[in-house]
């Protein structure tokens, strides 16, 4: 009976310890897989899934795709054994984004106190940014994962100095570079908050930190010509546009509040949020946590970390401006954590005027449920560079097309950015009679570079319209898309269209973000 009473207890006390938490992870989980299948694969997502049906040799071969490392396709490739639907390829993000609250959760804890950590921890699980990105066939919610694990054992490591964590750490952190090449900018931000912090740590942590880096190299080594090629390629020709102002102020509305936020006060939210984080860096700078802090004037180790990871975007800024722009809120998502552990601090700095506190905490709150109802419903997106308008119903539009077609009748595409979706949704029998309007749906120069890319992973057949001529036989499916909402037409197609148009039998516009048409 004592025994009982005892476990009983320690039962107790663990769940009322780790409650906050386990809501949190749970609320967090359930607005990560909501609605998770509705919405039709767009381009990078049906890139991305074409990619990994390939075989394994493929997957690490130097022309895969172009610019990314390979692990995220590793993992879909063996997630597409198990189903195609949506809901199925998209689950690996959102179970990856909802572990990274607890382990936000987790580095909060061991920097501060447990206010600031459930704090953070609620911030990264309501986060529409984070949200948007778990539903996405995308490596930003593995990456994000990978470097806070990284992040925690790190600390972990450098605390104890225990050999397990140290290979755990570097185990972990190789991953995330082998997700995405920015993480090679989390292990500079480790290196300064070490050299930041040379006076706190002993000689021993030093080379054993030496050693962590050479082997996380040797680790990284077999890569290497493959992340120099796709730098060249970077370097060379990127789609990213010239990094602005407004791009970077961007950066922290995106972190807090997402993309669907045409209908909220930008010039409020900033304010809002540059007061609290103001009110973060302040309490970081001016408050010590430990004894030896206070006694030696140290600055705090959580000060040591913000100006380590703050410091990253700054680098890449100035990358971006000497050599090729590179600088977007997705690719800086490993340190967005970093962000909502300030905003905690700032949050954490009313919390002896319950009024401000109360305040704070409830505009936050109000702003970001408006967003996220803004985002579940597709209303209020505001332009963000690389993230489409409006969710594309491809997957209707190719299930119509398959019912109707009849052989050898041939699919034509307007513009390349919705071929990567057709060829994933398209029965096999008819993916090779699936076409691409020729030189015509190359507008731009970032259509230039995607159809670089494309050519180094796939192939794909094109006609130009201005010089075909239909057979009596062959019936031609037209499908007029582009990346924005309203539908792209040549002028070759659209002249095309004009001498065909009285063997036009069906035109639709019910399938939003494109219309289709089909000539017999």
Same mark, same amino acid.
């Given at each position: ?42 381009? %990078? ?50 179970? /990856? ?56 054992? &790190? ?29 090679? /900018? ?30 996380? &190299? ?11 090629? !796709? ?36 010039? /409020?939210?900033? /304010? ?13 700078? &001016? ?95 505001? &332009? ?30 307007? !513009? ?30 970032? %259509? ?33 898309? !582009?990346?924005? %909402? ?22 639709? %516009? ?11």
């Amino acid at each position: 009976m004592i025994f009982s009473n005892s476990v009983k207890n320690n039962l107790r006390e663990i769940l009322l310890n780790n409650l906050g938490i386990s809501v949190l992870f749970l609320f967090g989980f359930f607005l990560r897989v909501y609605g998770l299948g509705l919405k039709s694969l767009w381009f %990078d997502e049906a890139w991305v899934l074409l990619e990994s049906q390939k075989a394994l040799a493929v997957l690490f071969n130097v022309n895969t795709e172009g610019i990314h490392p390979p692990l995220y396709r590793l993992i879909m490739h063996f997630c597409l054994h198990l189903g195609h639907t949506e809901w199925l390829v998209r689950m690996p993000s959102a179970i /990856f984004s909802a572990a990274s609250i607890i382990v936000g959760y987790k580095i909060a804890m061991l920097i501060f106190n447990k206010r600031v950590a459930l704090c953070t921890a609620f911030f990264i699980a309501v986060s529409p940014f984070h949200i948007y990105y778990a539903q996405e066939v995308k490596g930003y919610s593995l990456f994000f994962f990978l470097s806070l694990l990284s992040v925690y054992l &790190f600390l972990r490591a450098i605390k104890s100095d225990r050999t397990g964590l140290w290979l755990g750490y570097t185990f972990l952190t190789v991953l995330s570079i082998y997700t995405h090449y920015f993480g090679i /900018f989390n292990i500079l931000a480790q290196n300064l908050f070490l050299m930041f912090s040379y006076k706190r740590y002993g000689k021993s942590i030093f080379r054993k930190w030496m050693v962590v880096q050479v082997l996380t &190299f040797l680790l990284f080594a077999p890569w290497l010509f493959v992340f120099i090629e !796709h730098f060249k390629r970077v370097v060379s020709t990127f789609w990213i546009p010239t990094i602005t102002v407004k791009n970077v102020s961007n950066i922290f509305i995106n972190f807090t509040a997402g993309y669907y936020t045409l209908n909220l006060n930008l010039a /409020f939210l900033q /304010f809002l949020i540059g007061i609290i984080f103001l009110c973060g860096l302040w309490s970081l700078i &001016f408050s010590r946590s430990t004894d030896e802090e206070r006694i030696n004037r140290n600055p705090s180790e959580g000060l040591l970390i913000a100006l380590s990871y703050l410091l990253i975007p700054v680098i890449i800024l100035v990358f971006s401006k000497i050599i090729r722009p590179l600088y977007l809120d997705r690719a800086l998502i490993s340190i967005s954590f970093l962000y909502y552990i300030v905003l905690a601090k700032g949050i954490e700095f009313f919390r002896k005027n319950k009024i401000i506190f109360t305040s704070a905490m409830f505009l936050l709150t109000i702003i970001i449920a408006i967003s996220l109802n803004n985002y579940y419903f597709e209303k209020n997106f505001r &332009f963000s560079i690389g993230v489409p308008s409006v969710t594309k119903q491809f997957r209707q539009a190719a299930r119509y097309i398959a019912s109707s077609y009849r052989n050898p009748d041939i699919i034509m595409l307007s !513009h390349y950015s919705c071929w990567p979706s057709f060829q994933y949704y398209l029965p096999d029998n008819i993916k090779g009679r699936l076409y691409l309007d020729g030189p015509a749906s190359i507008i731009d120069k970032n %259509d230039k570079y995607s159809e670089a890319c494309f050519k180094q992973t796939f192939n794909f057949k094109t006609i130009n319209m201005g010089e075909f001529k239909k057979q009596a036989d062959v019936g031609v499916w037209v499908v007029c898309s !582009h990346w924005s %909402d309203l539908p792209f037409i040549s002028k070759g197609l659209q002249e095309w269209m004009n001498v065909y148009k009285k063997k036009m039998s069906f035109k639709s %516009d019910r399938f939003r973000g494109m219309d289709v048409y089909y000539f017999n």
